[in-house]
């Protein structure tokens, strides 16, 4: 393939692992970070298991002369677009520096790319846009409803910008990925997640109370209307959700895509309660969690699952690891972390 991959937030956690599997692939990748919310240390991460270097720019993609100048310095053929602030309780705090960043970057990076021809955009893009849902599991054509929080209304309005975008310059080509829960880490366990300070997310969570740094874990509530009373997600290993970027990516170069704004769902397919990611850790790993039940976290949804039946068919992806094997992996990350770039 001629030409590179702009990987915007390519150190944190999703981008990391696309970044390696791009590298792995065969791509050229120029990564752009700010590390706001990751660490240069993920990048020797990423070269120790490519053996290649990427190219790394540290700057801020709300300003907008950065992009330009990554275009102007790269043959870019494609972005695939992670860089975004992504904690739901924070942006209902700081809803403006939420809007700033998301939208701020995603129109710099988007206009650049038009100012230089590059004709393929990936977004990552979350379930978050289905909020409640009436019926699941999830499909495409669910209701896109009012979004929860400033984090999620900033993946709607994203979505928005894109139709109409797409609708604007038929030569640009988007696709939309829908994400689910992601979860576990990099096999080798050189990369993973780096939640910085108290994670929101329940796996780094339980791995940091497995390992000793949080005392405990607190369940969010038991009294929901699911089987066990805990809240249902649809939990995604991690190298599966990059796999099918790689696929949307070669969809996109060799023009298969049937209109120029595609969305699709990134999902197992399959439900997993609470207590059955703290039941399944311990299988996997052997480590007791030290858990209790409390109450509900406001703002959460009480259960999602995808229907990915259009990623499957379309994509020809299909998420194949298993929750044990996310958790286990994660936990090896939990453990090289610590042990090794936690200083
Ligand atoms: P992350 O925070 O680990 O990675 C985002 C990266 O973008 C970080 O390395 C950060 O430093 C960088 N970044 C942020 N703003 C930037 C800016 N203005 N300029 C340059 N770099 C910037 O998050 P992640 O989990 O890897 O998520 C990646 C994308 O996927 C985000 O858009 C997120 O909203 C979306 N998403 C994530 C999840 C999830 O559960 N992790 C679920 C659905 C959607
Ligand atoms: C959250 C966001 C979602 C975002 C995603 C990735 C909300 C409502 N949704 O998803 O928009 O895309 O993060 O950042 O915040 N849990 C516990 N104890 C914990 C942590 C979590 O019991 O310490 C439970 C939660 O109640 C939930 C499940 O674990 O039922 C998963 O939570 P989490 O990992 O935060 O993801 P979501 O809430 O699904």
Redo the contacts with the bound molecule.
């Keep these: 393939m001629n030409g590179n991959v702009l990987v915007s937030g390519g150190l944190g956690y999703i981008g990391s692992h696309a970044a390696t599997l791009l590298l792995e692939k065969g791509y050229d990748v120029v990564i752009v970070d700010n590390l706001s919310n990751s660490r240069k240390e993920i990048l020797s991460g990423i070269e120790k298991i490519t053996g290649k270097k990427p190219k790394v720019y540290f700057e801020d993609l709300k300003d907008p002369a950065v992009p330009e100048k990554i275009m102007k310095e790269n043959d870019i053929k494609a972005v695939i677009h992670f860089a975004a602030y ?4 924070e942006s209902m705090e700081k809803p403006l520096m939420y809007y700033e960043n998301n939208l701020f970057s995603l129109i710099n990076t988007l206009k650049a790319s038009l100012n230089y021809g590059v004709k393929n955009f990936i977004f990552s893009s ?3 846009v289905y909020g409640e849902p009436e019926e699941l599991p999830v499909t495409e054509e669910s209701p896109v409803v009012k979004a ?2 400033p ?2 209304n900033t ?1 709607k309005v994203a979505e928005d910008i894109l139709t109409d975008l797409t609708n604007a310059e038929k030569s640009f080509n988007v696709i939309s990925l829908r ?1 689910f ?2 979860i576990g880490a990099h096999p080798t366990a050189l990369i993973g997640e780096l939640p910085l300070g108290v ?5 780094p ?2 791995t940091q109370t497995a390992y000793g740094i949080r005392k405990q ?5 038991s009294d929901y209307n699911t089987p066990d009373g ?4 649809d939990y995604i290993d991690i190298m599966d959700l990059v796999e099918a970027h790689i696929v949307a990516l070669e969809r996109l170069f060799i023009g298969e895509n049937e209109s120029n704004f595609e969305v699709f769902n990134l999902g197992t397919g399959q439900g997993g309660s ?1 207590l059955e ?1 703290i039941n399944a850790f311990e299988k996997a790993t052997g480590v007791k969690l030290n858990y209790v039940i409390t109450d ?2 406001p ?3 009480e259960k ?1 699952w995808a229907d990915p039946t259009k990623a499957n068919k379309v994509l020809g992806w299909k998420a194949k690891r298993s929750l044990e094997e996310s958790l286990k992996t994660a936990w090896e990350w939990e453990k090289y972390y610590r042990q090794n770039l936690d200083v």
Excluded: Q, W
């Design positions: 992504k904690a739901v309780g979350s379930c978050t929860e929080s984090y999620g993946k994400y829960n992601p994670p929101n997310n329940l796996v969570f339980i874990l607190r369940v969010f509530g805990t809240p249902i997600r609470v990611v509900r976290r703002g959460d949804v999602i």
